[in-house]
């Protein structure tokens, strides 16, 4: 191999696939009862009909006033849907439902601790708590529509009811992920300029009560010095009225907001109807930079799309019980364990803690006593349970008629026995390929209609038209198997609006590489960099073979190697760093680190200690790596630019190529010896 080609060949060519699977089907039990059986649904949504199609997905939901104009694009590539609609997403979530479902469970509340109780909440009930902490957003905490709130909230009942308040009011809400470090936490709180921060004083995670309210300070104090005041902190207690940290409140800022909640008792707030495209929430996640970036979802496009998709794709019908075991932290917990399901009516399972706990029959215990039927996790979770307890499914009373994968590809091996095992072979599998920034499912099958292929996406959802780029921009032929870049032609409702307080990085990221004519005002002229290698197959069914960016994805986690490098570049020893990923039998991948030292340090123990937590006081322990390697110099082009790619060879055993054109081709050898 040459320089170049060491340098271009993208992490998704160089990943080993597997070949093309047979065809599943769906029983017939299953399409009887599907909420979308017309095959002529795609032909509804084909590109001639685009966008009056999504007037459909608009009609899911109820309007305070109708919108004019489906699709504005005199912004381009920031799109407005549904212009001239007003909506609120709390009232649509729960109101609505009143008439004919309050006494219907909106919300199952799973503790992780088995001996504790597991809560139901009704329509009604969710309706009652959501009001009165609305009404204390407002009066108390001084919320208007428009503000930012940023939560750094755990899995827990008061998290979706949190959310649900702010949306009440237009309040952007902006959850930061609970497994964050409070410095993630205070870059989020200063980016969006939040200054209230809603928090839990603690929760359970493996069985240990973990003291959260100490990464609020951090988070405030950090944020303080970044500019950013914080001036309320409002703190749901694990056990209300009692102290599970050892963490102080701090006076006049820290409130307990079950202390506080008293004096609304009883309050009762009408939904502000807001524009269709007001903000519902930000989200942030990692890209190619350190910085994260705040993904910008609007509520009626947003709304109308996960509505949809969680009716079609996961046939969610309201006396359905649906889990998502996912974290309400990431977009998959805001879609479709909040949003999409409660729209729908639909009862949805929050469940605090880890699938293991105490045992990996856990999850079976719990689909078995609420009467899950619909379930939805990663591949991850999925090869973690194959692993620890491959046969577990069959000793628990429960039946699935409808699973989900998402968040990376799923080896074929792991998709069958997630098949056989865990959906008893009586339950449909979509495998949804998606991102935070697209709001809902992009690529799935339809579950009545387009039958699974193992270790395959499936074609495009109705109304989404991908593209295929190669890396001069010619469109490759479809289907025709070839690798390249996977872009998505048309806007659709559930599409990122922008990055908050950057619409220059949105274009750019996302927009630039491909758009045909910067001054357009067209959509057909803006085609969507999804960031993702791809390949189509004869039947049209797309395979995702990973990032072609600077993202691992660990665990089905998003982290930026550029966000893991800054953060060991904050320890004073380190002069460079270079993350890679490695394989992992369970997580997918890790993160790899190399480090260079400056000049007069040594390597030691210690040292690698230190940069690791520096890493997991960063940005958390989800982005742990698996080793830091000290190395006496990274292997480096003429130029200077660290050869992340024979780094990622090392760490994952794979054969380095041609590196005698390096600056340093020695170097090469020392560190294969040192990482064997
Ligand atoms: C990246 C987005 C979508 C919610 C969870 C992750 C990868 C996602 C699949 C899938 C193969 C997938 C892509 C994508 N990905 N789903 N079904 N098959 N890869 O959201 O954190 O924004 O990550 O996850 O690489 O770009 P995210």
């Excluded at 069959?394 to 968040?407: I, L, S």
């Excluded at 990122?496 to 590489?513: H, S």
């Excluded at 600077?550 to 002069?575: C, F, M, Q, W, Y």
Aim: glycine share 8%; with cysteine.
């Amino acid at each position: 191999m040459t320089e170049k080609d060491i340098t271009h060949v993208s992490e998704a060519q160089i990943a080993v696939h597997w070949q093309e699977e047979d065809y599943f089907y769906p029983s017939m039990q299953f399409i009887a009862q599907a909420n979308m059986t017309d095959p002529a649904i795609y032909e509804k949504f084909s590109l001639d009909n685009f966008p009056n199609c999504y007037k459909a997905y608009a009609d899911l939901l109820e309007w305070d006033e109708y919108w004019h104009t489906i699709l504005d694009t005199s912004d381009a590539p920031c799109w407005k849907w549904f212009v001239g609609g007003r909506i609120n997403a709390s009232h649509n979530c729960i109101d609505r439902h009143l008439a004919k479902n309050r006494n219907k469970t909106a919300i199952h509340f799973v503790p992780e601790l088995e001996e504790e109780k597991v809560e139901h909440i009704t329509y009604q009930e969710l309706w009652v708590r959501v009001n009165e902490f609305t009404a204390l957003l407002r009066d108390f905490a001084g919320l208007k529509a428009g503000d930012r709130a940023t939560l750094h909230m755990p899995m827990s009942a008061e998290l979706p009811i949190t959310m649900l308040a702010c949306a009440r009011l237009g309040v952007i809400h902006s959850e930061v992920f609970g497994g964050f470090s409070g410095r993630a936490c205070a870059d989020r709180i200063v980016d969006s300029k939040s200054n209230v921060l809603i928090t839990m004083d603690a929760y359970y995670r493996s069985g240990t009560l973990l003291d959260h309210k100490k990464n609020a300070d951090i988070a405030v104090e950090l944020a303080a010095k970044d500019g950013q005041t914080v001036n309320k902190v409002l703190v749901w207690q694990r056990y209300p009225g009692k102290s599970s940290t050892p963490t102080p409140m701090v006076k006049g800022r820290d409130f307990f907001i079950n202390e506080e909640l008293k004096r609304f008792y009883g309050k009762r707030v009408k939904p502000v109807s807001m524009p269709a495209e007001a903000p519902l929430f930000l989200m942030y996640t990692s890209g190619t930079t350190g910085k994260p970036k705040g993904c910008q979802h609007s509520t009626g496009g947003y709304l109308a799309y996960v509505t949809g998709t969680s009716k079609f794709v996961q046939d969610i019908h309201p006396e359905d019980v649906y889990w998502c075991m996912a974290d309400i932290g990431w977009i998959t917990g805001h879609s479709y364990i909040v949003y999409g399901p409660l729209s729908l009516c639909a009862s949805t399972v929050i469940y605090e803690g880890v699938p293991n706990y105490p045992d990996a029959g856990r999850p079976w215990r719990i689909a078995q006593d609420l009467g899950v039927n619909i379930f939805h996790t990663a591949p991850t979770a999925i090869r973690a349970l194959r692993k620890i307890g491959p046969d577990e499914p069959a000793k628990y009373n429960y039946h699935f008629k409808h699973m989900t994968t998402v968040g990376e590809p799923i080896e074929p091996e792991v998709w069958k026995w997630y098949y056989k095992e865990v959906g008893k072979g009586e339950a449909i599998i979509v495998d949804t390929w998606w991102q935070t920034e697209t709001g809902g499912f992009l690529c799935s099958t339809l579950p009545a209609i387009t039958p699974m292929k193992p270790g395959s996406a499936g074609p495009s959802l109705p109304g989404i038209h991908p593209v295929i780029y190669d890396e001069d921009g010619n469109e490759l032929p479809a289907g025709c198997g070839r690798a390249g870049n996977i872009c998505i032609r048309n806007p659709w409702p559930g599409g990122f609006q922008t990055i908050w307080g950057d619409r220059n990085r949105f274009v750019q990221n996302y927009y630039a590489r491909y758009c045909k004519d910067p001054k357009s005002k067209r959509w057909q002229d803006w085609p969507y960099l999804t960031g993702d290698a791809a390949v189509q197959a004869k039947d049209g069914y797309y395979r995702i073979l990973g990032r072609i960016d600077d993202v691992i994805n660990v665990s089905g986690h998003r982290l930026g190697t550029k966000e893991i490098e800054s953060a060991a570049l904050i320890v004073p020893e380190v002069a460079e760093a270079a993350v890679v990923p490695v394989a992992h039998e369970i997580k997918g991948k890790e993160p790899d680190l190399y480090i260079a030292l400056k000049p007069g340090f040594d390597a030691s123990p210690e040292l690698e200690k230190k940069i690791s937590d520096a890493v997991c006081n960063e940005i958390g322990k989800i982005a742990k790596p698996r080793r830091v390697w000290i190395v006496k110099d990274m292997p480096k082009t003429r130029s200077g630019k660290i050869m992340r790619r024979v780094l990622a060879a090392i760490s994952n055993k794979k054969d380095v190529g041609d590196v005698t054109t390096l600056a340093n081709p020695n170097i090469v050898d020392e560190i294969k010896a040192m990482v064997k």
